[in-house]
């Protein structure tokens, strides 16, 4: 169990490190972010424990467990949205909703949860929420990433698929935590070491430079028009008021 303990903190400062040694923080932003926040999130439980008494404890771990389950979206919101879909980033809109939605979400979760009458159970259910979200992000993306014939990189392709197992694992577990009124199961190892399995494939990932994609020329057309029929239909289905405005007059 001491390997399962310390390897994500191990891969990540690994990691930390690939992203300076090759700038890659310039690449994938959010990202960085996200190994950044977990390493601080842990010194920051691990100084708490140590030093504070149970009752601090219990705030900064859930307050940090839900604060790094919403730095979690920002980096699907990169892969998807800035990187998969770069057309929507370029509208203001779609690259100030999903932030501002996750940021206001974060906020009532955590103000609602210091209300309850049931803090611990409070969290737990935020903790919840925000795990149903991340999968269902994950599952939406992936899908429309398969119907519209988009590529894969190889960085965007660790990224999502380290997320989209620890998600999996989180969701089933949360699952059979309701059912069970929180008995412990072998489902809450499975969900460390699922993290750890993320860790190894980021690892893995981000070893070697990525190489440079086809140039534009070179992608078969059939697949490139698919691809953009299929974004003009989603922006469409997105921002029905816009496509009002756009339909030809008689």
């Known amino acids: 169990m001491l390997i399962v303990r310390w390897l994500p903190i191990a891969a990540i400062g690994i990691l930390l490190f690939v992203f300076f040694w090759r700038r890659l923080w310039r690449e994938l932003p959010f990202f960085f972010l996200y190994l950044s926040s977990v390493m601080i999130f842990g010194v920051g ?40 879909f770069a057309r929507f980033y370029k509208t203001y809109f779609y690259r100030v909703v999903f932030p501002s939605a996750a940021l206001l979400i974060l906020i009532l979760t955590v103000v609602t949860a210091l209300a309850a009458n049931d803090q611990n159970g409070a969290f737990q259910t935020a903790s919840q929420a925000f795990d149903f979200v991340r999968t269902a992000v994950l599952l939406f993306f992936m899908s429309l990433m398969f119907f519209m014939g988009r590529d894969w990189t190889r960085y965007d392709l660790g990224v999502t698929l380290g997320f989209a197992i620890q998600a999996a694992i989180a969701l089933a577990n949360a699952a059979v935590k309701l059912k069970t009124h929180y008995q412990p199961s072998v489902l809450n190892t499975i969900e460390v070491v699922s993290y750890n399995i993320s860790c190894v494939i980021w690892l893995i990932a981000f070893a070697m430079p990525e190489q440079v994609t086809a140039p534009l020329g070179q992608i078969d057309r059939d697949v490139l028009n698919r691809a953009q029929n299929w974004e003009s239909m989603l922006k469409a289905w997105l921002s029905p008021g816009s496509a009002r405005r756009n339909r030809p007059q008689q």
């Open 45 to 84: 439980r691990y100084l708490s424990y140590r030093f504070q008494d149970q009752r601090h404890y219990f705030y900064v771990y859930w307050i940090s467990d839900i604060a790094g389950s919403l730095v979690a979206l920002f980096p699907m919101y990169e892969v998807f949205f800035r990187r998969a």
